[in-house]
């Protein structure tokens, strides 16, 4: 807690350079459930003592940092549940008591007052009865005593001669600003004009070519601060959000990504893999069911049943798959990945994902990689694009290395694609390249029959593991071969 002095001190500075007596109550609003504010000090009187021990410090700070920076355009943006709403909502609130300000409170639609910011704002205010005396709260403004006032608008309603009744607004808080247009976003600034006057945006990314996105986060803005904001640091965030979140991650990792994560929105049609699931699994377990349904039965003398037994456990073991897919500086990434072929279902058990190898490097990592999981000697297959290197892994390390043959990449994808994908948790890099390995898309955002480039290293590997064994004795693979 030594950093509570330096949040008190710097509380006292950001009083001062606001010119009022003080900002400490946006960071006891809402301590405590039922209790909150206890520190407003609406007629400047003596400030009551504070007791830090009960402020959640790192996320406040920063979002206090954020919000006090005095740049004429503050962005929090983030993922769902991070407090950012709530974060702006309790700071304009002190701002209002403070002095008085003209807020606009806006958003690209807002069909009713009730899906504006004003239910959060009156939420906040009715839970302190001396806020609630300071301000009244009518139908479709707030108001305070000291003439403070906070209005609420949807951009695209207004025309440009509206708008300009809001030429003395010196605060605009444009909530969900990835909904907002380019037009909104002109009419909306030269309109915010008065000296000193600043916006406070929150956001959570969907689209790179969102105006807000390409304005601030995509490009540097030296007006501007941006902040940004995840549920998992928020300490005042559901135990039922966090578990909503930690499930979609495990089931749909770039619908996490973009909700949860604040990332760009991935269009599910664009996604290649949506047939992954990542689960604790025995592959033991696996093995055994797999042999119990190959029948070995009883029937016939001991040594057959033995040889039958020896037959379906070679089998079993020869499903056991490895693909290389080589980097340097990208990284280079193995899999190994278990192959159930009747129920059609491929088990991803453990994988290797690192950058700046070199030749012998690679070599290191295959062999600490088969041997941990007890497949020393074992074949894996290579990107056959480098056979110089799969020639130097065999003659010079003395590994089982193989090209993989050539194949289309689209095929070798339609094959994956008729599988159930099973992950062990532990494999962090395939889970995440999974998730957002996507189609390229034509100028409509249609879909190619072509991967986008990024994100592919392990879905190269996937493809290297499993193709391994598609043969044919023309040189031509055939692909449902042995599928
Ligand atoms: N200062 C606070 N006091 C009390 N609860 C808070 C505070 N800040 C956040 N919360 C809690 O965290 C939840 C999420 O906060 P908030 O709605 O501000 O997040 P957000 O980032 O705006 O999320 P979304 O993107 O979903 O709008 C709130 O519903 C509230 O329960
Ligand atoms: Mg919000």
């Known amino acids: 807690m030594a950093n509570v002095e330096a949040l008190k001190r710097r509380l006292d ?13 946006i960071f006891h609003l809402h301590t405590e459930e039922g209790s909150p504010l206890r520190y407003v000090n609406i007629q400047g009187g003596k400030i009551p003592k504070m007791e830090p021990q009960d402020v959640p410090f790192t996320m406040i700070e920063r979002m206090f940092n954020d919000l006090t920076s005095g740049k004429r355009f503050t962005i929090l943006e983030g993922g769902r549940g991070s407090g950012k709403s709530y974060g702006v909502a309790s700071y304009l609130i002190a701002r209002a008591l403070i002095k008085p300000e003209r ?94 006057s600043q ?14 996105y390409k304005e601030f986060i995509e490009q540097k803005h030296p007006e501007a601060r941006v902040g ?20 979609l991650k495990t089931t749909n990792f770039s619908r996490w990504d973009h909700v949860y994560n604040g990332q760009i929105e991935s269009l599910s049609d664009v996604r ?44 079993i073991d020869a499903d056991f798959h490895i693909g290389v897919d080589f980097g340097f500086i990208d990284p280079t990434v193995s899999l190994l990945v278990y192959k159930a072929t009747e129920a059609r279902e491929l088990f991803i058990l453990d994988e290797i994902y690192k950058t700046d190898l070199d030749v012998s490097g690679i070599a290191r990592e295959i062999r600490q990689f088969l041997q941990r999981n007890n497949r020393e000697g074992w074949p894996f297959y290579c990107d056959s694009a ?24 689209k095929d070798g994808i339609d094959i994956l694609k008729g599988w159930r994908i099973w992950i062990l948790p532990h494999c962090e890099n395939c889970i995440r390249e999974l998730g957002l390995y996507s189609w390229k898309v034509n100028q409509n955002g249609d879909p190619l029959p072509e991967p986008a480039p990024g994100h592919d290293h392990c879905p190269d590997a996937l493809r290297y593991s499993v193709i391994s064994e598609i043969t044919s004795s023309t040189g031509e693979y055939e692909i449902l071969k042995g599928w």
Not at 13 to 25: Q, S
Not at 199 to 212: G, L, Q
Request: aromatic share 10%.
């Open 103 to 196: 807020v606009l409170c806006c958003r690209e639609v807002q069909v009713s007052i009730v899906q504006s910011s004003k239910s959060l704002l009156e939420k906040i205010i009715r839970s302190d009865a001396r806020l609630l005396d300071f301000f009244e709260i009518q139908r479709d403004v707030i108001i305070g005593r000291n003439g403070s006032e906070f209005l609420f608008r949807g951009v695209r309603d207004y025309s440009v001669d509206a708008i300009r009744s809001f030429e003395s607004i010196s605060i605009c808080w444009p909530e969900e600003s990835q909904n907002l247009t380019r037009k909104s976003w002109d009419i909306l600034v030269p309109t915010v004009r008065v000296e000193g």
């Open 199 to 212: 916006f406070f945006v929150t956001m959570n990314r969907k689209s790179i070519n969102d105006a807000i």
């Open 13 to 25: 500075k950001a009083a001062g350079i606001l010119g009022e007596a003080t900002l400490r109550p």
């Open 228 to 247: 940004k904001y995840l549920l998992w640091e928020n300490p005042w965030a559901s135990e039922t959000l966090k578990r909503d979140a930690e499930i």
């Open 272 to 315: 290649i893999f949506d047939n992954f699931i990542v689960r604790d699994f025995d592959i033991e377990d696996v093995v055994k069911r797999r042999i119990d349904t190959m029948r070995i039965g009883t029937f016939g003398t001991r040594r057959e049943r033995a040889q039958r037994w020896e037959e379906a456990k070679a089998r």
């Open 386 to 409: 480098r056979p110089e290197i799969v020639a130097e892994l065999k003659n010079r390390y003395g590994l089982n290395a193989h090209s993989v043959r050539k194949h289309r990449i």
